[in-house]
Every structure is written in C-alpha cells, then in structure tokens.
C-alpha cells in the first residue's frame, strides 16, 4: 500500500508527509483591531460617495463617523443624527438652486 501511495503522490503531485513546520510563525499583526466589516463597508462606499459627487459635505460626514467608529463610543444615535442633519442640508441645497433655476 505504501507504494502504491507513493507512486500516486508521485504522478498527481499531491505531497503526503507532513511539512516540516506544521506551526506557522507568530503574527506581526496580532496586536491589529478588527473593526466592525459592516461600518468599514459602509465608510468604504460613504468615502467613494463623496470622490464621485466631490462633495466636501459627505467627506466630513465620513471622516465624522469614522472618529465615532474608531473611538468605538457605540453612539450609533449620533452617526444617525449626522446622516439626518446631511439630508436636510443636501434638501436645502437642492432647494436652494431650484429658486435659483426658476428665477
């Protein structure tokens, strides 16, 4: 049987000793925080967001909630309340050149 395995690894390439160092090096980053995946995803977007649109509004929105999720104060009411004030200043600004559009 040992042959017969030996001559399988041989001709499909598949290695059956075990390496020679089965436990891999410590982490140089093993001190590294993980932030939530979801609020870095959504700070992702929120960044390419305001490239897109170059808007300076939606930067300081970003670079805002992204002090809020790195001291990790769990305010998710103020980022919240952030978002909201944006929308009402982006609704004005629209409102804002509509009357100037109409005038």
């Known amino acids: 049987i040992e042959t017969a395995i030996s001559i399988l690894a041989k001709v499909t390439g598949v290695r059956i000793l075990p390496p020679g160092n089965p436990v891999p ?5 093993a001190l590294l925080q993980l932030g939530n995946p979801r609020a870095e995803q959504a700070l992702r977007i929120l960044r390419q967001e305001a490239k897109v649109a170059h808007s300076k509004a939606l930067e300081r929105l970003a670079d805002d909630v992204t002090e809020r999720v790195k001291h990790g104060d769990g305010a998710f009411d103020q980022v919240v309340n952030s978002i909201q004030k944006m ?3 982006l609704m004005n ?3 804002e050149e509509d009357d100037h559009k109409n005038w």
Do not use: G
Request: glycine fraction near 0%; hydrophobic fraction near 25%.
């Open 25 to 29: 090096p410590p982490s140089p980053v």
């Open 87 to 89: 929308i009402h200043l």
């Open 93 to 95: 600004e629209q409102t």
